[in-house]
């Protein structure tokens, strides 16, 4: 038993560290929150996202942005301790990328045609492109393989009827699950596909029309893509026809324990913390002096500290070559669940401050950074996402505890 | 990083289970609940026997020198069987002994306990049922070469089998800082006015008061330093909690494979009440209480053993521990139904002692405050 990281692990840790320190100053996007990030409108989505992909180059110049990928594809099979343990300390320092590639990459290696390896791969090595992801439909949430978008082939082309949702459709490409065999049981009738959507010169394809969807507060999320139309030439195709589903549940064997959430809420309550520190300073109330107030920190603080023992074990398991399952489903409802608690819970003990938006000026400057206080109700997406608490766990039940369905 | 067994910890593990199985079954258990002693005879010699008695005990003084962690994983069987008895008490003593004890009581004691010829107990608390400093209140005055000891520990499980009690006194006066002036004594429950009266308790588990009249100590049998025995003893509420943990989380585990197995079978509108969502669910989060608690359990252990600072590790995990092995058993019984509330059903022998356990060396409120000071806050 050995709860200690190897010494390579400890080694990029303090080095990825002292880089995101002198590299990385938050320029007052929320870049980090992932679902319960705050975007405020399309334009401040945009230039977030230039800012994380300047950062993500500086990470492809060190050769830490595919360090996971394998050396075939420019990587360098980093071991998964010391996968972890840059992701862990990228959370923590609140930097805006680690890894690339994203889910798209892996499916690429294993399904992707040769020509989309060669034309694909290089740019999401050097952070140069970004894929919209076509999933979710509609009526096909939780139950994605009941997807209704439909692809007929027509000569050289699918040709594309439907509607996606849940995505940001704002990039020149998309992968895509589309339906092309009606009549097969549904896992077996589905096709996924690479595909432009739009053209050379940023217009959306012919037959693509994307609307934009504002969460509660007004704040930019997602989109919903309709197609009519739209023909996509069969070369598109990753993996076989009809077998896209299971092209889709590719992940490889890259690091996958989710750490970076406990040590995203690690860093959230330490700066928490000394937020109250220097309110109590400037002589307003010694909140960290109340019993309750600190019974509610110590409690989060503890429960972190199990959701990162949980985190080290799919890490761990993976390292010796397990394929986490209902490990991977623990971490992402107890994370999710915690992660609510927690930002709900900071914005409750602020007070008026913790429903404050991000969007009022300099003069309402916001507890600990501009958009703390905004992740509380932001984070309602995140046990849904990805995956709702519901599915996951049905997941440990089912598969992990053998109930039967 | 590695968060698995070894081989030769696997095989002490399926050892202990099956030892377990065979010479303290159910029957065994609530036998024992009946009984005055809590434990036979027979059965503490065959533990001694196995060697679980000089587990972490060096080769020089009759055991064979295994780690912390090691301990832990046996005290992760011991909760699983629910096994009677001191033998947590007598393994927590052996580790006070071994970690701040001199040559000489190392030389006197841990052969006796390794051998199985003494049980021993920790008698922390006092009335008031406090676990810091100023909870140490029995009075120790020093008259020659004795102390001399007045007053009472309360809640000393197996006081009345032991025949050794570590025992924190006060051997002057609490002032402002009442960590000063504490001082652990091995005290020999033989001695002239020792009183142990037996309490009832909700986990039988013979909780004891022990009263203390003009009893004398020899002051060689002070463990650690006289006066200084804070540092001391903190330690060992840490090693207590933390092993306490360990013994929970197998208890835990035995809780959800038995619920599970219940939901299983158990019919109700056609179908194993196991298929429905709700019960399921209930499930998935005793899993993730019991995986949590395990692995945030044996990092507090291995850090303790390793001897890195561990103060927040070992209380995240007692808290934690604690609160969901409540929460874990409430669930457990409404997945049973009445059944598991009856004392028939095994389920009640688990509940009463997590309940215990659940306070023992620190319940969540104690440990989150440790949390919230190693945080700094």
């Given at each position: 038993?050995?709860?200690?990281l190897?010494?390579?692990?400890?080694?990029?840790?303090?080095?990825?560290?002292?880089?995101?320190?002198k590299?990385?100053?938050?320029?007052?996007?929320?870049?980090?929150?992932?679902?319960?990030?705050?975007?405020?409108?399309?334009?401040?989505?945009?230039?977030?996202?230039?800012?994380?992909?300047?950062?993500?180059?500086?990470?492809?110049d060190?050769?830490?942005?595919?360090?996971?990928?394998?050396?075939?594809?420019?990587?360098?099979?980093?071991?998964?301790?010391?996968?972890?343990?840059?992701?862990?300390?990228?959370?923590?320092?609140?930097?805006?990328?680690?890894?690339?590639?994203?889910?798209?990459?892996?499916?690429?290696?294993?399904?992707g045609?040769?020509?989309?390896?060669?034309e694909?791969?290089?740019?999401?090595?050097?952070?140069?492109?970004?894929?919209?992801?076509?999933?979710?439909?509609?009526?096909?949430?939780?139950?994605?393989?009941?997807?209704?978008?439909?692809?007929?082939?027509?000569?050289?082309?699918?040709?594309?009827?439907?509607?996606?949702?849940?995505?940001?459709?704002?990039?020149?490409?998309?992968?895509?699950?589309?339906?092309?065999?009606?009549?097969?049981?549904?896992?077996?009738?589905?096709?996924?596909?690479l595909?432009?959507?739009?053209?050379?010169?940023?217009?959306?394809?012919?037959?693509?029309?994307?609307?934009?969807?504002?969460?509660?507060?007004?704040?930019?999320?997602?989109?919903?893509?309709?197609?009519?139309?739209?023909?996509?030439?069969?070369?598109?195709?990753?993996?076989?026809?009809?077998?896209?589903?299971?092209?889709?549940?590719?992940?490889?064997?890259?690091?996958?324990?989710?750490?970076?959430?406990?040590?995203?809420?690690?860093?959230?309550?330490?700066?928490?913390?000394d937020?109250?520190?220097?309110n109590?300073?400037?002589?307003?109330?010694?909140?960290l002096?109340?019993?309750?107030?600190?019974?509610?920190?110590?409690?989060?603080?503890?429960?972190?500290?199990?959701?990162?023992?949980?985190?080290?074990?799919?890490?761990?398991?993976q390292?010796?070559?397990?394929?986490?399952?209902?490990?991977?489903?623990?971490v992402?409802?107890?994370?999710d669940?915690?992660?609510?608690?927690?930002?709900?819970?900071?914005?409750?003990?602020?007070?008026?401050?913790?429903?404050?938006?991000?969007?009022?000026?300099?003069?309402?400057?916001?507890?600990?950074n501009?958009?703390?206080?905004?992740?509380?109700?932001?984070s309602?997406?995140?046990?849904?996402?990805?995956?709702?608490?519901?599915?996951?766990?049905?997941?440990?039940?089912?598969?992990?505890?053998?109930?039967?369905? | 990083?590695?968060?698995?067994?070894?081989e030769?910890?696997?095989?002490?593990?399926?050892?202990?289970?099956?030892?377990i199985?065979?010479?303290?079954?159910?029957?065994?258990?609530?036998?024992?609940?009946?009984?005055d002693?809590?434990?036979?005879?027979?059965?503490?010699?065959?533990?001694?026997?196995?060697?679980?008695?000089?587990?972490?005990?060096?080769?020089?003084?009759?055991?064979?020198?295994?780690?912390?962690?090691?301990?832990?994983?046996?005290?992760e069987?011991?909760?699983?069987?629910?096994?009677?008895?001191?033998?947590?008490?007598?393994?927590?003593?052996?580790?006070?002994?071994?970690?701040?004890?001199?040559?000489?009581?190392?030389?006197?004691?841990?052969?006796k306990?390794?051998?199985?010829?003494?049980?021993?107990?920790?008698?922390?608390?006092?009335?008031?049922?406090?676990?810091?400093?100023?909870?140490?209140?029995?009075?120790?005055?020093?008259?020659?070469?004795?102390?001399?000891?007045?007053?009472?520990?309360?809640?000393?499980?197996?006081?009345?089998?032991?025949?050794?009690?570590?025992?924190?006194?006060?051997?002057?006066?609490?002032?402002?800082?009442?960590?000063?002036?504490?001082?652990?004594?091995?005290?020999?429950?033989?001695?002239?006015?020792?009183?142990?009266?037996?309490?009832?308790?909700?986990?039988?588990?013979?909780?004891?008061?022990?009263?203390?009249?003009?009893?004398?100590?020899?002051?060689?049998?002070?463990?650690?330093?006289?006066?200084?025995?804070?540092?001391?003893?903190?330690?060992?509420?840490q090693?207590?909690?933390?092993?306490?943990?360990?013994?929970?989380?197998?208890?835990?585990?035995?809780?959800?494979?038995?619920?599970?197995?219940?939901v299983?079978?158990?019919v109700?509108?056609?179908?194993?009440?196991?298929?429905?969502?709700?019960?399921?669910?209930?499930?998935?989060?005793?899993?993730?209480?019991?995986?949590?608690?395990?692995?945030i359990?044996?990092?507090g252990?291995?850090?303790?053993?390793?001897?890195?600072?561990?103060?927040?590790?070992?209380?995240?995990?007692?808290?934690?521990?604690?609160?969901?092995?409540?929460?874990?058993?409430?669930?457990?019984?409404?997945?049973?139904?009445?059944?598991?509330?009856?004392?028939?059903?095994?389920?009640?022998?688990?509940?009463?002692?997590?309940?215990?356990?659940?306070?023992?060396?620190?319940?969540?409120?104690?440990?989150?405050?440790?949390?919230?000071?190693?945080?700094?806050?």
């Amino acid at each position: 038993m050995d709860f200690q990281l190897t010494k390579e692990a400890q080694a990029i840790r303090d080095e990825a560290r002292d880089f995101v320190r002198k590299e990385w100053k938050n320029p007052g996007h929320d870049l980090t929150g992932g679902l319960a990030a705050w975007h405020g409108d399309e334009d401040n989505r945009h230039a977030g996202g230039e800012i994380a992909k300047e950062f993500a180059k500086k990470l492809v110049d060190k050769g830490w942005y595919t360090m996971h990928w394998p050396k075939e594809f420019g990587g360098e099979e980093a071991s998964i301790e010391k996968q972890l343990a840059y992701r862990e300390v990228m959370s923590y320092e609140d930097a805006p990328a680690s890894l690339g590639g994203g889910l798209v990459a892996p499916v690429l290696m294993v399904h992707g045609a040769d020509w989309m390896k060669q034309e694909f791969l290089p740019k999401l090595a050097s952070a140069d492109i970004e894929f919209s992801q076509g999933f979710s439909e509609p009526d096909a949430g939780s139950d994605l393989a009941g997807l209704k978008t439909r692809a007929v082939r027509d000569g050289d082309d699918y040709v594309i009827n439907g509607q996606k949702i849940w995505g940001t459709y704002r990039n020149d490409w998309i992968h895509i699950l589309v339906r092309t065999d009606p009549d097969a049981p549904k896992h077996r009738g589905i096709t996924y596909l690479l595909a432009r959507l739009k053209d050379e010169n940023g217009d959306y394809m012919p037959g693509i029309t994307v609307r934009g969807i504002p969460d509660g507060t007004g704040n930019h999320r997602w989109d919903e893509l309709f197609m009519e139309n739209w023909r996509v030439p069969a070369q598109s195709i990753i993996g076989e026809e009809n077998r896209g589903w299971y092209a889709a549940m590719t992940t490889l064997s890259f690091e996958r324990s989710n750490i970076g959430r406990p040590a995203q809420l690690l860093r959230t309550l330490e700066d928490t913390i000394d937020w109250f520190e220097g309110n109590s300073k400037k002589g307003t109330e010694d909140t960290l002096a109340r019993a309750e107030i600190r019974n509610r920190l110590a409690s989060w603080r503890v429960e972190v500290e199990m959701l990162r023992m949980l985190c080290y074990r799919v890490g761990w398991m993976q390292s010796q070559g397990l394929v986490p399952q209902r490990e991977s489903s623990m971490v992402k409802a107890t994370g999710d669940e915690l992660f609510q608690r927690i930002y709900r819970g900071i914005a409750q003990i602020m007070g008026g401050y913790g429903n404050l938006l991000p969007t009022n000026g300099p003069n309402y400057k916001l507890p600990v950074n501009d958009f703390l206080p905004a992740r509380g109700w932001q984070s309602i997406g995140t046990s849904i996402g990805g995956g709702t608490r519901e599915i996951q766990k049905n997941i440990i039940a089912q598969r992990g505890l053998g109930l039967p369905r | 990083m590695d968060l698995g067994l070894t081989e030769d910890q696997e095989m002490l593990r399926s050892m202990a289970r099956e030892f377990i199985e065979q010479e303290a079954p159910r029957t065994y258990v609530r036998d024992m609940e009946e009984d005055d002693r809590g434990i036979t005879t027979d059965l503490w010699q065959k533990i001694a026997q196995v060697g679980w008695l000089g587990l972490i005990v060096p080769e020089e003084h009759g055991g064979t020198g295994q780690s912390l962690v090691d301990l832990g994983i046996l005290m992760e069987e011991v909760g699983h069987g629910v096994l009677p008895g001191p033998f947590f008490n007598t393994a927590l003593v052996t580790v006070g002994i071994l970690d701040s004890g001199t040559d000489a009581q190392k030389a006197e004691y841990l052969p006796k306990i390794a051998n199985g010829d003494i049980i021993a107990s920790q008698a922390i608390m006092e009335p008031y049922s406090r676990l810091d400093a100023g909870g140490i209140n029995l009075e120790a005055k020093k008259q020659g070469e004795n102390y001399v000891l007045n007053g009472s520990k309360l809640f000393v499980e197996n006081a009345h089998v032991s025949d050794l009690l570590l025992v924190p006194v006060r051997t002057s006066k609490a002032g402002k800082n009442a960590e000063k002036g504490i001082t652990l004594l091995l005290v020999d429950t033989n001695s002239d006015g020792i009183k142990v009266d037996k309490l009832k308790t909700i986990a039988t588990d013979n909780q004891c008061e022990v009263t203390f009249k003009n009893v004398k100590v020899p002051a060689a049998n002070v463990l650690g330093e006289a006066n200084n025995g804070w540092d001391t003893l903190k330690l060992l509420l840490q090693k207590g909690a933390s092993l306490r943990c360990c013994q929970m989380v197998g208890a835990l585990q035995e809780v959800l494979d038995m619920t599970v197995e219940y939901v299983k079978n158990r019919v109700q509108f056609g179908r194993p009440i196991g298929s429905f969502q709700a019960i399921q669910h209930y499930c998935a989060n005793m899993a993730t209480d019991v995986d949590g608690s395990r692995f945030i359990t044996y990092q507090g252990l291995w850090r303790l053993g390793e001897e890195l600072p561990s103060d927040l590790e070992v209380s995240a995990a007692k808290a934690w521990v604690s609160d969901s092995a409540q929460r874990v058993a409430a669930t457990a019984h409404q997945c049973h139904g009445a059944i598991g509330f009856t004392q028939e059903h095994d389920l009640q022998l688990f509940t009463r002692r997590l309940k215990a356990w659940e306070v023992s060396f620190g319940d969540g409120d104690y440990h989150r405050e440790r949390v919230a000071q190693a945080m700094a806050i």
